[in-house]
Protein backbone atom coordinates (compact mmCIF):
# COMPACT_ATOMS: atom_id res chain seq x y z
CA UNK A 1 0.00 0.00 0.00
CA UNK A 2 1.30 3.73 -1.31
CA UNK A 3 1.93 6.25 1.83
CA UNK A 4 -0.86 8.18 2.96
CA UNK A 5 0.15 10.93 2.13
CA UNK A 6 0.74 10.00 -1.18
CA UNK A 7 -3.45 8.39 -1.61
CA UNK A 8 -4.95 11.69 -2.32
CA UNK A 9 -7.39 11.61 0.93
CA UNK A 10 -8.98 15.26 1.82
CA UNK A 11 -7.67 14.87 5.38
CA UNK A 12 -4.37 12.44 5.34
CA UNK A 13 -3.70 13.83 8.89
CA UNK A 14 -6.58 11.54 10.48
CA UNK A 15 -4.54 8.59 9.74
CA UNK A 16 -1.15 7.15 11.13
CA UNK A 17 0.56 4.22 9.72
CA UNK A 18 1.57 0.72 11.40
CA UNK A 19 5.13 1.80 11.24
CA UNK A 20 4.45 5.39 12.78
CA UNK A 21 2.88 3.78 15.93
CA UNK A 22 5.77 1.57 16.09
CA UNK A 23 7.75 4.21 16.58
CA UNK A 24 5.21 6.24 18.51
CA UNK A 25 4.51 3.54 21.52
CA UNK A 26 6.28 5.92 24.06
CA UNK A 27 5.68 9.31 22.94
CA UNK A 28 4.39 11.05 25.61
CA UNK A 29 0.69 12.72 24.85
CA UNK A 30 -0.54 9.95 22.61
CA UNK A 31 -2.63 7.06 23.75
CA UNK A 32 -3.83 4.41 21.75
CA UNK A 33 -6.93 2.72 22.17
CA UNK A 34 -8.24 -0.84 20.99
CA UNK A 35 -11.83 -0.76 19.71
CA UNK A 36 -13.01 -4.52 18.60
CA UNK A 37 -16.47 -6.13 17.27
CA UNK A 38 -14.40 -9.18 19.04
CA UNK A 39 -14.43 -8.67 22.97
CA UNK A 40 -11.59 -11.40 23.17
CA UNK A 41 -8.83 -9.68 20.69
CA UNK A 42 -7.83 -7.30 23.14
CA UNK A 43 -7.32 -9.07 26.39
CA UNK A 44 -5.72 -12.21 24.04
CA UNK A 45 -2.90 -9.61 22.84
CA UNK A 46 -3.01 -5.88 21.92
CA UNK A 47 -0.74 -3.13 21.10
CA UNK A 48 2.03 -2.97 24.02
CA UNK A 49 0.50 0.28 25.91
CA UNK A 50 -2.73 0.33 24.22
CA UNK A 51 -5.76 0.24 26.05
CA UNK A 52 -9.63 -1.02 25.25
CA UNK A 53 -12.68 0.87 24.86
CA UNK A 54 -15.69 -1.63 24.66
CA UNK A 55 -18.34 -0.70 22.65
CA UNK A 56 -20.79 -1.91 24.42
CA UNK A 57 -19.94 -1.96 28.19
CA UNK A 58 -18.01 1.97 27.99
CA UNK A 59 -19.63 3.70 24.62
CA UNK A 60 -23.29 2.72 25.12
CA UNK A 61 -25.44 4.10 28.08
CA UNK A 62 -26.55 0.86 29.79
CA UNK A 63 -30.17 1.34 30.21
CA UNK A 64 -31.55 3.93 27.21
CA UNK A 65 -30.57 3.17 23.39
CA UNK A 66 -28.35 6.01 23.60
CA UNK A 67 -24.52 7.06 23.96
CA UNK A 68 -22.83 8.25 27.30
CA UNK A 69 -23.16 11.42 28.92
CA UNK A 70 -20.59 13.28 29.33
CA UNK A 71 -20.10 12.24 32.85
CA UNK A 72 -19.62 9.13 31.47
CA UNK A 73 -17.03 10.15 29.09
CA UNK A 74 -15.27 12.37 31.46
CA UNK A 75 -14.48 9.06 33.42
CA UNK A 76 -14.02 7.07 30.76
CA UNK A 77 -11.06 9.47 29.64
CA UNK A 78 -10.03 9.64 32.98
CA UNK A 79 -9.26 6.24 33.72
CA UNK A 80 -7.89 5.99 30.29
CA UNK A 81 -5.35 8.20 31.39
CA UNK A 82 -6.48 10.83 28.16
CA UNK A 83 -6.18 14.28 28.41
CA UNK A 84 -8.45 16.86 26.27
CA UNK A 85 -4.35 17.37 24.63
CA UNK A 86 -3.87 13.77 24.08
CA UNK A 87 -3.41 12.61 20.90
CA UNK A 88 -5.92 9.26 20.52
CA UNK A 89 -4.77 6.46 18.16
CA UNK A 90 -7.72 4.38 17.91
CA UNK A 91 -6.97 0.62 15.71
CA UNK A 92 -9.33 -2.34 16.17
CA UNK A 93 -10.34 -5.53 14.35
CA UNK A 94 -12.68 -5.80 11.36
CA UNK A 95 -11.23 -3.19 9.04
CA UNK A 96 -11.40 -0.51 11.93
CA UNK A 97 -14.62 -1.12 12.05
CA UNK A 98 -15.40 -0.46 15.54
CA UNK A 99 -12.21 1.82 15.61
CA UNK A 100 -13.82 4.25 13.55
CA UNK A 101 -16.97 3.69 15.64
CA UNK A 102 -15.38 5.07 18.90
CA UNK A 103 -13.90 7.59 16.72
CA UNK A 104 -17.59 8.55 15.67
CA UNK A 105 -18.52 8.65 19.59
CA UNK A 106 -15.78 11.17 20.66
CA UNK A 107 -16.38 13.10 18.05
CA UNK A 108 -20.05 13.62 20.21
CA UNK A 109 -17.42 15.02 22.49
CA UNK A 110 -15.39 16.99 20.45
CA UNK A 111 -12.09 15.17 20.87
CA UNK A 112 -10.90 15.91 17.34
CA UNK A 113 -7.20 15.24 18.44
CA UNK A 114 -8.01 11.66 16.99
CA UNK A 115 -6.92 9.66 14.49
CA UNK A 116 -6.87 5.77 13.13
CA UNK A 117 -3.85 3.70 12.01
CA UNK A 118 -4.67 2.75 8.89
CA UNK A 119 -5.23 -1.43 8.46
CA UNK A 120 -6.00 -1.64 12.26
CA UNK A 121 -5.27 -5.13 13.85
CA UNK A 122 -4.84 -6.90 10.57
CA UNK A 123 -2.30 -5.32 9.30
CA UNK A 124 -0.20 -4.66 12.68
CA UNK A 125 -0.72 -8.68 13.49
CA UNK A 126 0.54 -9.57 9.26
CA UNK A 127 3.62 -7.49 9.87
CA UNK A 128 4.55 -9.21 12.98
CA UNK A 129 4.57 -6.50 15.51
CA UNK A 130 4.39 -7.64 19.19
CA UNK A 131 1.29 -7.75 21.10
CA UNK A 132 1.00 -7.87 24.68
CA UNK A 133 -1.72 -9.44 26.99
CA UNK A 134 -0.85 -7.03 29.86
CA UNK A 135 -3.25 -4.40 30.29
CA UNK A 136 -1.73 -0.98 31.26
CA UNK A 137 -2.18 1.60 33.55
CA UNK A 138 -2.21 5.45 33.41
CA UNK A 139 -2.57 7.75 36.31
CA UNK A 140 -6.03 9.29 35.82
CA UNK A 141 -6.51 12.77 34.23
CA UNK A 142 -8.94 15.60 34.99
CA UNK A 143 -10.84 15.79 32.49
CA UNK A 144 -13.08 18.15 31.30
CA UNK A 145 -15.92 17.24 28.47
CA UNK A 146 -18.49 19.56 26.82
CA UNK A 147 -21.97 18.02 26.97
CA UNK A 148 -22.54 15.99 24.58
CA UNK A 149 -23.06 17.87 21.14
CA UNK A 150 -25.40 15.41 18.74
CA UNK A 151 -26.04 18.03 15.65
CA UNK A 152 -23.11 17.73 13.42
CA UNK A 153 -22.55 14.04 12.97
CA UNK A 154 -25.15 12.41 14.48
CA UNK A 155 -28.95 11.95 12.81
CA UNK A 156 -32.20 10.94 14.82
CA UNK A 157 -35.33 9.80 13.25
CA UNK A 158 -36.85 13.35 12.55
CA UNK A 159 -33.71 14.55 10.92
CA UNK A 160 -33.81 11.62 8.44
CA UNK A 161 -37.88 12.23 7.28
CA UNK A 162 -36.52 16.22 6.74
CA UNK A 163 -33.00 14.91 5.28
CA UNK A 164 -35.35 12.54 3.17
CA UNK A 165 -38.00 15.42 2.25
CA UNK A 166 -35.25 17.69 0.84
CA UNK A 167 -34.07 15.29 -1.28
CA UNK A 168 -30.08 14.90 0.96
CA UNK A 169 -28.30 11.72 0.12
CA UNK A 170 -28.87 8.81 2.15
CA UNK A 171 -26.02 5.58 2.19
CA UNK A 172 -27.22 2.47 2.98
CA UNK A 173 -24.06 0.57 4.05
CA UNK A 174 -25.62 -3.14 5.13
CA UNK A 175 -25.20 -6.15 2.89
CA UNK A 176 -27.38 -6.32 -0.28
CA UNK A 177 -29.60 -8.74 1.23
CA UNK A 178 -29.92 -6.76 3.68
CA UNK A 179 -30.89 -3.44 1.71
CA UNK A 180 -33.05 -5.66 -0.49
CA UNK A 181 -35.43 -6.34 2.34
CA UNK A 182 -34.44 -10.29 1.92
CA UNK A 183 -32.81 -11.04 5.14
CA UNK A 184 -34.34 -9.32 7.88
CA UNK A 185 -31.76 -10.46 11.24
CA UNK A 186 -31.23 -14.35 13.01
CA UNK A 187 -34.31 -15.27 14.94
CA UNK A 188 -31.64 -15.67 17.52
CA UNK A 189 -30.70 -12.24 18.15
CA UNK A 190 -34.04 -9.96 18.08
CA UNK A 191 -32.78 -7.45 19.57
CA UNK A 192 -31.21 -6.39 16.22
CA UNK A 193 -34.56 -7.28 14.53
CA UNK A 194 -37.21 -5.12 12.73
CA UNK A 195 -40.55 -5.71 11.77
CA UNK A 196 -39.91 -5.07 7.87
CA UNK A 197 -37.47 -5.06 5.21
CA UNK A 198 -35.91 -3.19 2.83
CA UNK A 199 -34.12 0.55 2.98
CA UNK A 200 -35.21 4.12 3.22
CA UNK A 201 -35.60 5.29 0.03
CA UNK A 202 -33.45 6.59 -2.23
CA UNK A 203 -30.22 5.31 0.07
CA UNK A 204 -27.82 4.10 -2.28
CA UNK A 205 -26.66 0.56 -1.29
CA UNK A 206 -22.78 0.76 -0.73
CA UNK A 207 -21.73 -1.98 1.66
CA UNK A 208 -19.31 -0.24 4.32
CA UNK A 209 -16.14 -2.81 3.60
CA UNK A 210 -15.84 -1.55 -0.12
CA UNK A 211 -13.95 1.31 1.64
CA UNK A 212 -10.90 -1.27 2.81
CA UNK A 213 -8.84 -3.27 1.24
CA UNK A 214 -9.39 -6.89 1.98
CA UNK A 215 -5.69 -7.92 2.21
CA UNK A 216 -4.30 -5.53 4.60
CA UNK A 217 -7.50 -3.79 6.01
CA UNK A 218 -6.01 -0.10 4.84
CA UNK A 219 -8.42 2.27 3.45
CA UNK A 220 -8.33 2.43 -0.33
CA UNK A 221 -6.84 5.59 -2.42
CA UNK A 222 -8.81 8.64 -2.91
CA UNK A 223 -9.33 7.47 -6.31
CA UNK A 224 -10.67 4.64 -5.97
CA UNK A 225 -12.90 5.86 -3.28
CA UNK A 226 -14.08 8.16 -5.73
CA UNK A 227 -14.72 5.39 -7.89
CA UNK A 228 -16.94 3.76 -5.44
CA UNK A 229 -18.93 6.89 -4.01
CA UNK A 230 -19.09 9.47 -6.61
CA UNK A 231 -18.30 7.80 -10.29
CA UNK A 232 -20.41 4.77 -9.38
CA UNK A 233 -22.97 5.77 -7.66
CA UNK A 234 -23.21 9.51 -7.94
CA UNK A 235 -23.27 10.74 -4.38
CA UNK A 236 -21.75 14.93 -4.39
CA UNK A 237 -19.42 15.16 -1.39
CA UNK A 238 -21.29 18.94 -1.96
CA UNK A 239 -24.69 17.43 -0.51
CA UNK A 240 -25.65 16.91 2.38
CA UNK A 241 -24.96 13.25 3.46
CA UNK A 242 -27.12 10.29 6.24
CA UNK A 243 -25.23 7.37 6.15
CA UNK A 244 -27.57 4.25 8.39
CA UNK A 245 -26.92 0.26 8.67
CA UNK A 246 -28.46 -2.00 11.28
CA UNK A 247 -27.72 -0.31 14.31
CA UNK A 248 -25.32 2.71 13.04
CA UNK A 249 -21.57 1.21 13.54
CA UNK A 250 -21.18 0.10 10.04
CA UNK A 251 -22.26 3.51 8.90
CA UNK A 252 -19.55 5.21 11.16
CA UNK A 253 -17.13 3.44 8.94
CA UNK A 254 -18.88 4.94 6.11
CA UNK A 255 -18.74 8.07 7.87
CA UNK A 256 -14.97 8.42 8.72
CA UNK A 257 -14.42 7.68 4.69
CA UNK A 258 -16.94 10.25 3.41
CA UNK A 259 -15.89 12.73 5.96
CA UNK A 260 -11.94 12.49 6.03
CA UNK A 261 -10.74 10.49 3.32
CA UNK A 262 -13.36 12.03 0.60
CA UNK A 263 -14.07 15.48 2.07
CA UNK A 264 -17.98 15.26 1.76
CA UNK A 265 -18.85 18.61 3.75
CA UNK A 266 -21.62 17.52 5.81
CA UNK A 267 -22.37 13.78 7.06
CA UNK A 268 -24.26 12.39 9.90
CA UNK A 269 -24.51 8.65 11.10
CA UNK A 270 -27.72 8.03 11.65
CA UNK A 271 -27.41 5.50 14.41
CA UNK A 272 -30.85 4.71 14.87
CA UNK A 273 -30.33 2.93 11.26
CA UNK A 274 -32.42 0.00 10.30
CA UNK A 275 -33.59 -1.25 14.04
CA UNK A 276 -34.66 2.06 14.49
CA UNK A 277 -36.62 2.61 10.73
CA UNK A 278 -37.56 -0.95 10.02
CA UNK A 279 -39.85 -0.81 12.93
CA UNK A 280 -41.37 2.39 12.62
CA UNK A 281 -44.99 2.86 12.04
CA UNK A 282 -45.64 4.68 8.82
CA UNK A 283 -42.42 5.87 7.34
CA UNK A 284 -42.08 5.64 3.51
CA UNK A 285 -40.05 2.20 2.87
CA UNK A 286 -38.18 0.63 -0.63
CA UNK A 287 -37.50 -2.95 -1.60
CA UNK B 1 -30.43 -21.94 29.66
CA UNK B 2 -32.09 -25.03 28.49
CA UNK B 3 -29.80 -27.92 29.21
CA UNK B 4 -31.54 -30.74 29.57
CA UNK B 5 -30.82 -33.50 27.25
CA UNK B 6 -27.43 -31.83 25.84
CA UNK B 7 -24.11 -33.43 26.39
CA UNK B 8 -23.16 -33.42 30.08
CA UNK B 9 -19.81 -31.83 29.37
CA UNK B 10 -21.23 -28.91 27.74
CA UNK B 11 -23.55 -28.25 30.68
CA UNK B 12 -20.78 -28.46 33.03
CA UNK B 13 -18.86 -25.58 31.33
CA UNK B 14 -22.45 -23.96 31.05
CA UNK B 15 -22.62 -24.20 35.01
CA UNK B 16 -19.05 -23.08 36.06
CA UNK B 17 -19.56 -19.70 33.00
CA UNK B 18 -23.06 -18.75 35.04
CA UNK B 19 -20.53 -18.05 37.96
CA UNK B 20 -17.76 -15.99 36.10
CA UNK B 21 -17.97 -12.01 36.28
CA UNK B 22 -17.32 -10.88 32.60
CA UNK B 23 -13.16 -10.77 32.72
CA UNK B 24 -12.96 -14.17 33.77
CA UNK B 25 -15.00 -15.48 31.36
CA UNK B 26 -13.18 -13.75 28.76
CA UNK B 27 -9.84 -14.96 30.27
CA UNK B 28 -11.43 -18.82 30.32
CA UNK B 29 -12.62 -18.10 26.51
CA UNK B 30 -8.80 -16.68 25.67
CA UNK B 31 -7.46 -20.63 27.28
CA UNK B 32 -9.41 -22.41 25.58
CA UNK B 33 -8.69 -20.34 22.11
CA UNK B 34 -5.19 -21.18 23.58
CA UNK B 35 -5.78 -24.63 23.47
CA UNK B 36 -7.15 -24.64 20.12
CA UNK B 37 -6.05 -27.20 17.82
CA UNK B 38 -6.43 -27.10 13.61
CA UNK B 39 -7.65 -30.21 12.02
CA UNK B 40 -4.73 -32.60 11.30
CA UNK B 41 -3.62 -33.09 7.74
CA UNK B 42 -5.06 -37.20 7.99
CA UNK B 43 -8.66 -35.01 8.22
CA UNK B 44 -7.98 -32.57 5.73
CA UNK B 45 -5.54 -30.17 4.00
CA UNK B 46 -5.47 -26.57 2.02
CA UNK B 47 -7.06 -25.27 0.78
CA UNK B 48 -10.05 -26.66 2.68
CA UNK B 49 -13.01 -27.64 0.41
CA UNK B 50 -15.92 -25.16 0.07
CA UNK B 51 -18.20 -27.43 1.30
CA UNK B 52 -16.92 -27.70 4.87
CA UNK B 53 -16.85 -24.27 5.05
CA UNK B 54 -19.68 -22.64 7.45
CA UNK B 55 -21.74 -20.72 6.21
CA UNK B 56 -21.70 -16.61 7.85
CA UNK B 57 -18.62 -17.10 9.55
CA UNK B 58 -16.41 -14.31 8.89
CA UNK B 59 -13.58 -15.82 10.72
CA UNK B 60 -13.34 -18.39 7.73
CA UNK B 61 -14.08 -21.49 9.80
CA UNK B 62 -14.55 -24.91 8.71
CA UNK B 63 -15.79 -28.13 10.29
CA UNK B 64 -15.05 -31.91 9.37
CA UNK B 65 -16.23 -35.09 11.83
CA UNK B 66 -14.75 -37.94 12.06
CA UNK B 67 -16.75 -41.49 12.99
CA UNK B 68 -15.74 -43.28 16.51
CA UNK B 69 -15.91 -46.63 17.10
CA UNK B 70 -18.56 -46.19 19.46
CA UNK B 71 -21.06 -44.48 17.01
CA UNK B 72 -20.51 -40.69 17.95
CA UNK B 73 -18.41 -38.39 16.18
CA UNK B 74 -14.82 -36.74 16.88
CA UNK B 75 -15.19 -33.09 15.31
CA UNK B 76 -12.04 -31.36 13.82
CA UNK B 77 -12.04 -27.50 13.12
CA UNK B 78 -10.39 -25.08 11.06
CA UNK B 79 -10.26 -21.49 11.81
CA UNK B 80 -8.41 -19.56 8.75
CA UNK B 81 -9.12 -16.07 10.17
CA UNK B 82 -5.88 -14.98 12.45
CA UNK B 83 -8.13 -12.79 14.43
CA UNK B 84 -10.71 -15.38 14.92
CA UNK B 85 -10.25 -15.79 18.57
CA UNK B 86 -13.90 -16.20 19.28
CA UNK B 87 -14.15 -18.42 16.57
CA UNK B 88 -11.12 -20.76 17.77
CA UNK B 89 -12.28 -20.32 21.75
CA UNK B 90 -15.52 -21.71 20.40
CA UNK B 91 -14.22 -24.58 18.20
CA UNK B 92 -12.08 -25.72 21.17
CA UNK B 93 -14.99 -25.96 23.67
CA UNK B 94 -17.28 -27.68 21.22
CA UNK B 95 -14.50 -30.26 20.68
CA UNK B 96 -13.54 -30.18 24.18
CA UNK B 97 -17.41 -30.81 25.41
CA UNK B 98 -19.17 -32.91 22.44
CA UNK B 99 -16.93 -34.78 20.37
CA UNK B 100 -18.05 -38.20 21.70
CA UNK B 101 -21.22 -37.29 23.27
CA UNK B 102 -24.04 -39.19 22.19
CA UNK B 103 -25.46 -37.66 18.68
CA UNK B 104 -28.81 -36.77 19.96
CA UNK B 105 -27.50 -35.05 22.38
CA UNK B 106 -24.99 -32.84 20.11
CA UNK B 107 -28.83 -32.39 18.15
CA UNK B 108 -30.35 -30.72 20.93
CA UNK B 109 -27.97 -28.64 21.89
CA UNK B 110 -29.66 -24.40 21.71
CA UNK B 111 -28.37 -21.53 20.18
CA UNK B 112 -28.52 -19.96 23.09
CA UNK B 113 -25.20 -20.88 24.68
CA UNK B 114 -24.04 -18.92 22.41
CA UNK B 115 -24.88 -16.46 25.03
CA UNK B 116 -24.21 -18.31 28.29
CA UNK B 117 -20.78 -18.28 27.05
CA UNK B 118 -19.55 -14.87 25.17
CA UNK B 119 -22.15 -12.53 27.26
CA UNK B 120 -25.45 -10.79 25.66
CA UNK B 121 -23.55 -8.20 24.48
CA UNK B 122 -21.80 -10.67 21.64
CA UNK B 123 -23.12 -9.06 18.30
CA UNK B 124 -24.96 -10.01 15.70
CA UNK B 125 -22.38 -10.33 13.54
CA UNK B 126 -20.18 -12.49 15.57
CA UNK B 127 -23.01 -14.74 17.06
CA UNK B 128 -24.12 -15.73 13.71
CA UNK B 129 -20.65 -16.68 12.81
CA UNK B 130 -20.91 -18.98 15.83
CA UNK B 131 -24.00 -20.40 15.54
CA UNK B 132 -22.87 -21.38 12.26
CA UNK B 133 -20.27 -23.23 13.67
CA UNK B 134 -22.51 -25.17 15.82
CA UNK B 135 -24.91 -25.47 13.17
CA UNK B 136 -22.34 -27.37 11.11
CA UNK B 137 -21.32 -29.50 14.02
CA UNK B 138 -25.04 -30.66 14.32
CA UNK B 139 -25.71 -31.27 10.39
CA UNK B 140 -23.08 -33.54 11.26
CA UNK B 141 -24.58 -35.16 13.85
CA UNK B 142 -27.38 -35.47 12.03
CA UNK B 143 -26.36 -37.04 8.71
CA UNK B 144 -24.77 -39.54 11.27
CA UNK B 145 -27.82 -40.16 13.23
CA UNK B 146 -29.63 -41.10 9.92
CA UNK B 147 -26.79 -43.09 8.53
CA UNK B 148 -26.75 -45.23 11.96
CA UNK B 149 -30.90 -45.39 11.73
CA UNK B 150 -30.64 -47.56 8.00
CA UNK B 151 -31.35 -50.88 7.71
CA UNK B 152 -27.60 -52.61 7.24
Not at chain 1, 59 to 78: K, T, V
Not at chain 1, 229 to 256: K, M, V
Not at chain 2, 67 to 91: H, M, R
Request: hydrophobic letters at 35%; charged letters at 25%; proline letters at 5%.
Amino acid sequence: MTDIASRGYSNPDVLVSTDWVADNLDTPGIRIVESNEDQLLYPAGHIPGAVQVDWAADLNDQLRRDYLQREGFEALMSRSGIGQDTTVIFYGDRNNWWACYAYWVFQLFGHSNAKVMDGGRQKWEQEGRDLVREVPTYEATNYSAPERNDASVRAFREDVLAHLEAGGQLVDVRSPQEYSGERLHMPDFPNEGALRGGHIPTAKSIPWARAANPDDGTFKTADELKDIYLNEQGLSPDGDTIAYCRIGERSSHTWFVLTHLLGFGNVRNYDGSWTEWGNLVNVPIEK
Amino acid sequence: MITEGIPRTLTDLLDEFSFLERGERVDYLIEYADQFETVPERIATRPYPEDRRVKRCESQAYVWAENQDDGTLKYWFAVENPQGISAKSFCAILDDTISGAPLEEVQRIPGDVIFDLYGKEISMGKGEGLIGILSSVQAFAREAALQQALPS
